[in-house]
């Protein structure tokens, strides 16, 4: 039987999916040349010793095929829980959120603190990152929640909704503080939309007061 069929059940939420597919049985066992040795070393004992014990040796030929098998299975499936991506360096979450086209999440690591550097450009300073893009989310911790604890501090601006930004743009749970000037500045389009949830600002500053 050169062909089996492999199973392999993936819980989500509360469906269960079964995919069927075939594969060689060399590949399906990942049979390696020390599995090999094992089977060689078998019929040695088939030839040698009485019935029991190359009942107790086929035993164990097969149970140290199993555990080869299921240490594979657990290698091929272990990346598909992987934890999202989350930041915790001002700079690296600045530059890629300003750089998105939009269709984006941006979790922040939950106990980040943010204190925004200065940056120029076209002879300005500035410490804000830009939104450029619908649908951009940014978010402290994976459910976007204040008691995750994330805090943007100092600087002059934090957020800056620019001139391309476009509709269900989402900031969750982030403390914004101690901003010298307006800490999420509001320049985009007519069509662009905003959800600000589970925030809170603090000490924030402008000339406005």
Not at 33 to 41: A, E, G, M, Q, S
Not at 55 to 76: G, M, R, W, Y
Request: net charge positive; charged share 25%; glycine share 8%.
């Amino acid at each position: 039987f050169w062909w089996v069929s492999r199973k392999s059940e993936h819980k989500v939420t509360t469906t269960r999916v079964i995919v069927t597919e075939k594969q060689p049985l060399r590949t399906c066992l990942k049979i390696t040349n020390h599995h090999y040795l094992v089977i060689i070393v078998t019929m040695v004992v088939v030839t040698s010793f009485r019935k029991k014990l190359l009942t107790f040796s086929l035993l164990l030929f097969f149970i140290h095929v199993h555990n080869s098998f299921a240490k594979t299975e657990k290698d091929e499936t272990g990346d598909k829980h992987a934890v999202k991506r989350c930041y915790n360096k001002w700079n690296k979450f600045r530059d890629d959120v300003s750089d998105s086209k939009g269709y984006a999440e941006f979790v922040i690591c939950p106990g980040t603190t943010f204190k925004p550097g200065t940056y120029t450009q076209g002879g300005g300073t500035f410490t804000d990152l830009e939104i450029n893009g619908p649908s951009i989310s940014i978010l402290c911790g994976e459910d976007g929640a204040y008691d995750n604890k994330c805090t943007i501090t100092g600087g002059l601006s934090h957020i800056t909704i620019g001139d391309d930004a476009g509709a269900n743009i989402l900031i969750s749970g982030v403390k914004f503080e101690k901003a010298t000037d307006s800490a999420i500045n509001a320049f985009g389009p007519v069509t662009s939309h905003m959800k600000i949830r589970d925030c809170v600002f603090e000490r924030n500053e402008s000339d406005g007061g």
